[in-house]
Protein backbone atom coordinates (compact mmCIF):
# COMPACT_ATOMS: atom_id res chain seq x y z
CA UNK A 1 0.00 0.00 0.00
CA UNK A 2 1.57 3.36 -1.27
CA UNK A 3 0.76 6.43 1.25
CA UNK A 4 -0.88 9.21 -0.46
CA UNK A 5 0.41 11.81 1.25
CA UNK A 6 3.36 13.08 3.06
CA UNK A 7 2.05 12.82 6.74
CA UNK A 8 1.11 8.92 5.56
CA UNK A 9 4.40 8.49 4.77
CA UNK A 10 6.06 9.65 8.35
CA UNK A 11 3.30 7.72 10.24
CA UNK A 12 4.40 4.26 8.58
CA UNK A 13 8.24 5.28 8.24
CA UNK A 14 7.76 6.29 12.80
CA UNK A 15 5.88 2.95 13.01
CA UNK A 16 8.17 0.31 11.39
CA UNK A 17 11.36 2.37 13.40
CA UNK A 18 9.07 1.88 16.70
CA UNK A 19 8.49 -1.86 15.47
CA UNK A 20 12.53 -2.23 14.84
CA UNK A 21 13.21 -0.87 17.88
CA UNK A 22 11.35 -2.66 20.25
CA UNK A 23 12.44 -5.87 18.46
CA UNK A 24 16.06 -4.64 18.87
CA UNK A 25 15.20 -4.24 22.28
CA UNK A 26 13.96 -7.64 22.94
CA UNK A 27 17.46 -8.86 21.22
CA UNK A 28 19.12 -6.96 24.32
CA UNK A 29 16.63 -8.61 26.88
CA UNK A 30 17.53 -12.58 25.57
CA UNK A 31 20.52 -14.19 27.98
CA UNK A 32 24.07 -14.11 26.29
CA UNK A 33 25.78 -17.65 25.79
CA UNK A 34 28.11 -17.89 29.50
CA UNK A 35 31.78 -17.37 28.65
CA UNK A 36 33.88 -20.74 30.01
CA UNK A 37 36.25 -19.62 32.53
CA UNK A 38 39.03 -21.66 32.76
CA UNK A 39 41.09 -22.01 36.42
CA UNK A 40 45.16 -22.66 36.82
CA UNK A 41 44.45 -26.44 36.99
CA UNK A 42 42.08 -26.58 34.16
CA UNK A 43 44.64 -25.12 32.17
CA UNK A 44 47.70 -26.92 33.20
CA UNK A 45 45.60 -30.04 32.62
CA UNK A 46 44.60 -28.98 29.35
CA UNK A 47 48.43 -27.76 28.22
CA UNK A 48 49.99 -30.38 29.50
CA UNK A 49 52.23 -27.87 31.85
CA UNK A 50 51.95 -27.23 35.94
CA UNK A 51 49.67 -25.36 37.70
CA UNK A 52 52.81 -23.19 38.52
CA UNK A 53 53.60 -22.01 34.91
CA UNK A 54 50.44 -21.85 33.86
CA UNK A 55 49.90 -19.39 36.32
CA UNK A 56 53.52 -17.76 35.69
CA UNK A 57 52.00 -17.30 31.78
CA UNK A 58 48.38 -15.68 33.21
CA UNK A 59 50.23 -13.24 35.27
CA UNK A 60 52.39 -12.29 32.31
CA UNK A 61 49.36 -11.76 29.96
CA UNK A 62 49.65 -14.48 27.51
CA UNK A 63 45.87 -15.34 27.77
CA UNK A 64 44.71 -11.97 27.69
CA UNK A 65 42.68 -9.98 30.49
CA UNK A 66 41.78 -12.17 33.25
CA UNK A 67 39.06 -12.43 35.50
CA UNK A 68 39.00 -12.51 39.35
CA UNK A 69 36.17 -14.40 40.60
CA UNK A 70 35.86 -14.01 44.57
CA UNK A 71 39.92 -14.56 45.08
CA UNK A 72 40.28 -16.86 42.18
CA UNK A 73 41.77 -15.63 38.61
CA UNK A 74 40.85 -17.34 35.86
CA UNK A 75 41.00 -17.31 32.18
CA UNK A 76 38.24 -16.96 28.95
CA UNK A 77 37.24 -19.20 26.84
CA UNK A 78 38.23 -15.98 24.41
CA UNK A 79 42.23 -16.00 26.55
CA UNK A 80 42.38 -19.43 25.65
CA UNK A 81 42.05 -19.25 21.79
CA UNK A 82 44.20 -16.14 21.91
CA UNK A 83 47.06 -18.57 23.23
CA UNK A 84 46.81 -21.08 21.00
CA UNK A 85 46.43 -18.95 18.11
CA UNK A 86 49.71 -17.22 19.31
CA UNK A 87 51.69 -20.23 19.85
CA UNK A 88 50.65 -22.57 17.22
CA UNK A 89 52.61 -22.22 13.95
CA UNK A 90 54.68 -24.73 11.57
CA UNK A 91 56.61 -27.42 13.31
CA UNK A 92 60.41 -26.75 12.67
CA UNK A 93 61.42 -29.82 11.97
CA UNK A 94 64.41 -31.26 13.75
CA UNK A 95 67.09 -32.71 11.74
CA UNK A 96 66.92 -36.38 12.27
CA UNK A 97 70.06 -38.24 13.73
CA UNK A 98 69.45 -41.70 12.68
CA UNK A 99 71.86 -42.55 9.96
CA UNK A 100 70.37 -43.75 6.83
CA UNK A 101 72.04 -47.23 5.84
CA UNK A 102 74.16 -45.09 2.70
CA UNK A 103 75.07 -42.87 5.84
CA UNK A 104 76.41 -46.14 8.14
CA UNK A 105 78.52 -47.12 5.04
CA UNK A 106 79.89 -44.11 4.53
CA UNK A 107 80.33 -43.82 8.27
CA UNK A 108 82.04 -47.97 8.34
CA UNK A 109 84.66 -46.45 5.54
CA UNK A 110 85.64 -43.81 7.29
CA UNK A 111 85.85 -45.67 10.88
CA UNK A 112 82.83 -43.27 12.41
CA UNK A 113 80.51 -44.61 14.80
CA UNK A 114 77.59 -46.64 12.92
CA UNK A 115 74.59 -44.99 14.82
CA UNK A 116 73.06 -48.24 15.20
Known amino acids: M ?9 TALT ?10 GHARDEPQP ?3 LYTYDDLAQMLGKSKSTVREWVR ?4 GESVTVG ?3 RVTQ ?5 FIADHSGPVK ?3 SKARTRANRTVAAHKGQPLGI
Open 15 to 24: AALVDCLEML
Open 34 to 36: ATR
Open 2 to 10: KPKTLEEAC
Open 78 to 82: AGVDK
Open 93 to 95: KQP
Open 60 to 63: AGEF
Open 71 to 73: SST
